[in-house]
């Protein structure tokens, strides 16, 4: 099971809705990373996780809000956003966190705010 | 994307070879990345190379590296209808966390 699993796939919500993006993976990755991709962009790093601490905030607004339950699973807490947040949201997962290891991406979740 | 270069449009025949070029700025990278994106999907990592190697062959792929020029390359041997998408560079900056800076992405139209 190579799989990097995101839902939803789609999402729309109002500025003032609160809404969670979901990321699942069973490869026993300890690092799980959060990339966000504007519309004919490439991915920009937004946080990064290792043995479920946050290692890396690249000055995210405090709108999202990242949560790592476990090893397997990470969310993106999503509230008073604004419609320039709309984006893919990707998650990965990697073995580790050294610069060496390769990262899988999921499917990602298109996020659109009205 | 902003330190990693890319050409934004590359046009082939169905059957021709295809090569995509990529300039990275940090000398200290050790891994390079080329990933795939179809459209309105996420990524797929395609292939990878250590930055002490020069070249590696996989399949259809080859990928060149020239540490000195900081130049990175993927060549897609037969290219199909099914490798149209968006190819990313990706390096990975030191530091201790796989941070990946990708490029602005080329896409690759096939035509017949």
């Known amino acids: 099971d190579t799989e990097v699993t995101q839902t939803p796939k789609h999402l729309v919500m109002g500025m003032t809705n609160k809404k969670s993006l979901k990321c699942e993976q069973h490869?026993?990755?300890?690092?799980m990373y959060w990339y966000k991709q504007k519309a004919k962009k490439p991915p920009e790093l937004m946080f990064v996780?290792?043995?479920?601490?946050?290692?890396i905030n690249e000055s995210v607004p405090s709108r999202f809000s990242p949560e790592c339950p476990n090893s397997s699973l990470l969310n993106l807490h999503l509230h008073a956003l604004q419609p320039e947040d709309s984006a893919l949201y990707l998650c990965?997962?990697?073995?580790?966190?050294?610069?060496?290891?390769?990262?899988?991406f999921g499917q990602g979740t298109r996020l659109t705010v009205v | 994307g902003e330190d990693v270069e890319q050409s934004l449009f590359l046009s082939v025949r169905e059957g021709d070879s295809s090569v995509i070029n990529c300039t990275y700025t940090?000398?200290?990278?050790?891994?390079l990345y080329w990933y795939k994106q179809e459209p309105g999907a996420g990524l797929q990592l395609l292939t990878y190379?250590?930055?002490?190697?020069d070249m590696k062959q996989d399949q259809r792929l080859t990928v060149l590296l020239n540490k000195k020029d900081k130049h990175l390359s993927l060549r897609i041997a037969d290219t199909q209808t099914g490798d149209s998408a968006i190819y990313f560079c990706?390096?990975?900056?030191?530091?201790?966390?796989?941070?990946?800076?990708f490029g602005a992405g080329t896409r690759l139209a096939v035509h017949p």
């Open positions: 990965a997962s990697s073995q580790r966190t050294g610069e060496n290891t390769e990262a899988f």
């Open positions: 490869m026993g990755h300890r690092a």
């Open positions: 996780y290792s043995y479920e601490k946050l290692s």
């Open positions: 940090d000398s200290s990278s050790t891994y």
């Open positions: 190379i250590f930055s002490n190697m």
């Open positions: 990706a390096e990975s900056r030191s530091g201790g966390y796989n941070k990946l800076i």
